[in-house]
C-alpha cells in the first residue's frame, strides 16, 4: 500500500509540472514585443493583425484572421521549424522538393540503353 501512495505523490508532481509548463509557454506566447514581422526562413514578412470592422466580425473573417495572425507570428516560430525538420530528417523518407522554375532538361529514353 506504501508503494501506492508514492506512486500517487509522483504522479501529482509530473501532473503540476506538466500545467506548470504548459501554462509558461502559454504566457510565453502571449507577449507582443518577442513576436516576429519577418521570417528569415521564408524570407516574407508575416501576417498583420486583422482590422476590425463589424461585418468582418459578423461573417467570422475578423476572428479567422486573429487566428492566422497568431500561428503566423508565434514567438521563436522559426526555431521551430527548425526543430522540425531536424525531427523528420530522423524519419528515414527523403523527398526531393524543387523549388523555382525547372528548366527543361534531358529527354527520358523510352527504352532501356542497348549500348549503340
Same mark, same amino acid.
Given at each position: 500500500m506504501r508503494h501506492a501512495k508514492v506512486y500517487k505523490r509522483g504522479s501529482r508532481v509530473k501532473t503540476a509540472l506538466f500545467f506548470l509548463v504548459l501554462f509558461a509557454f502559454a504566457v510565453f506566447s502571449m507577449i507582443l514585443p518577442l513576436r516576429p514581422k519577418r521570417s528569415?526562413? !521564408?524570407k516574407?514578412?508575416?501576417? !498583420?493583425?486583422p482590422k476590425f470592422s463589424v461585418t468582418?466580425?459578423?461573417?467570422g473573417d475578423?476572428?479567422? /484572421? %486573429?487566428?492566422?495572425?497568431f500561428?503566423?507570428?508565434? +514567438?521563436?516560430?522559426?526555431?521551430f521549424f527548425q526543430l522540425n525538420s531536424w525531427?523528420?530528417?530522423?524519419?528515414?523518407?527523403?523527398?526531393?522538393?524543387?523549388? /523555382?522554375?525547372? !528548366?527543361?532538361g534531358d !529527354? %527520358? +529514353?523510352?527504352?532501356p540503353f542497348t549500348g549503340n
Open positions: 528569415i526562413m !521564408e516574407r514578412d508575416l501576417t !498583420e493583425f468582418a466580425l459578423a461573417n475578423y476572428t479567422k /484572421g %486573429i487566428d492566422t495572425w500561428a503566423d507570428t508565434f +514567438p521563436l516560430r522559426d526555431m525531427v523528420k530528417s530522423f524519419y528515414g523518407v527523403k523527398s526531393v522538393e524543387i523549388v /523555382g522554375t525547372v !528548366e527543361q !529527354e %527520358i +529514353p523510352d527504352a
